[in-house]
């Protein structure tokens, strides 16, 4: 009963071994993996893989776009250019709304703080949307945590904060503003990722693996599989066992998403 909350099976990385990946998913006893689209042609991809496998749900969003631009131009993402008209995307999104779980990937990116305003305008709109259409936001909040909050907490919408790596005082304030947390396979060695499960309730925490990022082995590409990584992590962190664990994370995904 396995959840992974994050990841992009549309990466290229996956493209060959998508079969491969997903039924090890499924050996490793997942029961339900959520892909988050990051811009048109990823959002599309997300769609198509929900379709073709059980397991998996869809998120669609848009990702800070000239950051993502940047990444893409350096081949650490290898899409289309990401060229596109953000409100159509938004109309997009909304016109599908009854297939997907969340709004996301979305939020700001401080590796390019040069367009924070612009990022600002893009992730109120689809604050905006998650109001309208009743989906929780997962949210992208590198080296922008504080700016994350402040445009988040004025929204009713649900929030889940998807590798947030803010100070200890932000992640209080998010706690108390009801935000969940989900924490990324590399909590195995990554001590602000523990810190985070020690200071959060059990009741606002997932798992995710990010992949194909973010693995908690150094020698191999992550993949959904390896989300027990997370779950034996925030077990033993929080004393429990890994199948009250288990369960404590599934009536969280029930409570945050349907």
């Avoid at 990466?11 to 499924?26: G, N």
């Avoid at 991809?45 to 998996?56: G, R």
Wanted: with cysteine.
């Amino acid at each position: 009963m396995y959840i992974d909350i994050h990841c992009h099976l549309d990466h290229p990385e996956f493209k060959d071994r998508l079969e491969k990946v997903i039924q090890d998913a499924k050996k490793a006893g997942v029961k339900l993996i959520l892909t988050n689209g990051i811009n048109p042609e990823t959002n599309r991809i997300t769609l198509e893989l929900a379709k073709k496998y059980d397991i998996v749900k869809p998120a669609l969003g848009i990702y800070p776009i000239n950051q993502l631009k940047k990444e893409i131009e350096e081949g650490n993402y290898p899409l289309k250019p990401n060229v596109f008209d953000v409100d159509e995307e938004i109309k997009y999104i909304e016109k599908n709304k009854d297939k997907i779980l969340a709004i996301g990937e979305c939020g700001l990116d401080g590796l390019d703080a040069g367009s924070m305003e612009d990022q600002k305008k893009v992730f109120q709109k689809l604050i905006n949307l998650a109001e309208k259409i009743k989906r929780p936001l997962i949210v992208h909040s590198r080296k922008a945590e504080a700016d994350v909050i402040e445009v988040l907490e004025h929204s009713k919408a649900k929030v889940l904060l998807h590798c947030f790596s803010g100070k200890k005082s932000l992640i209080k304030k998010a706690a108390e503003l009801g935000y969940s947390f989900s924490i990324p396979t590399n909590v195995v060695r990554a001590q602000n990722f523990q810190d985070l499960i020690k200071m959060v309730d059990i009741n606002q925490l997932f798992a995710e693996t990010d992949s194909p990022y973010l693995s908690p082995f150094k020698d191999k590409r992550n993949e959904p599989a390896f989300i027990v990584e997370s779950y034996k992590k925030i077990a033993e962190i929080k004393g429990m066992t890994l199948e009250d664990t288990k369960n404590n994370i599934w009536m969280n995904y029930q409570k945050l998403f349907q």
